[in-house]
């Protein structure tokens, strides 16, 4: 099946810096997601994106649909020690749904 | 009260036991689904359920055996594991089934991790 390239795949940063993380998939979605997975926890849904072009933000957090639907990015700015996790986009078309294996995010104080 | 919750959080099994995974949803939705995470890998969608009928099975081994009493309650029968399915095993739901005009937003419980000595 379709993959879900996600990168990178972990990044360590200093509070404060800005984070920039991506994925591109070689087919198109009709709609593409974030989710951030704590220690210990389940994912949960940051950002969705439902249209091409698309960006949306949410607090300091920013994501983009691309152009060509077969790829998103997310933006964290001024990272905070609480931003540390695991960040996972998801790309939907119909019933399926494809995830990326995730960046580990660190942010030391 | 957390929208999905799953018991027990951790689980140590040996290979000839049988136990089982609970996920109950407390936001009325009529999808639910499993799914195995391991460590640095995409999450694979294991079964899905929609209207407590199952639409998908994505080549699971029979050793594992899921269960859909009703709209709010799913489970994951483990029976005669390996030390390869040692894994996070995440319950989500959503408010209608991938498929159906869905928007692809899933709520996730909070995992069981599975140890199989």
């Known amino acids: 099946g379709q993959q879900l390239n996600q990168s990178p795949q972990s990044m360590f940063i200093q509070e404060g810096e800005d984070v920039s993380m991506n994925c591109t998939s070689s087919s198109i979605f009709n709609t593409w997601l974030w989710y951030k997975q704590d220690p210990g926890e389940g994912p949960v849904l940051l950002i969705a994106l439902y249209k091409a072009g698309e960006l949306t933000s949410n607090g300091r957090l920013t994501a983009q649909f691309g152009i060509t639907r077969k790829d998103s990015f997310l933006n964290i700015s001024a990272s905070i020690p609480s931003d540390v996790g695991i960040y996972f986009c998801?790309?939907?078309?119909?019933?399926?749904?494809?995830f990326g294996a995730g960046t580990r995010l660190t942010v030391k104080p | 009260e957390t929208g999905v919750t799953q018991t027990p959080r951790h689980l140590v099994m040996g290979m000839t036991n049988k136990k089982s995974l609970k996920c109950e949803q407390h936001l009325g939705h009529n999808a639910m689904y499993w799914y195995k995470q391991s460590a640095k890998k995409p999450l694979e969608l294991m079964f899905v359920y929609s209207l407590e009928e199952r639409v998908e099975n994505n080549s699971v081994p029979s050793r594992f055996s899921p269960e859909c009493p009703n709209s709010s309650h799913l489970f994951l029968h483990l029976h005669t594991l390996q030390p390869e399915d040692s894994a996070l095993y995440l319950c989500?739901?959503?408010?209608?089934?991938?498929?159906?005009?869905?928007?692809?937003?899933?709520?996730f419980g909070e995992g069981s991790r599975l140890t199989v000595l």
């Open positions: 998801a790309g939907h078309l119909e019933n399926d749904m494809r």
């Open positions: 989500a739901s959503s408010q209608v089934p991938l498929g159906h005009a869905n928007t692809g937003e899933l709520f």
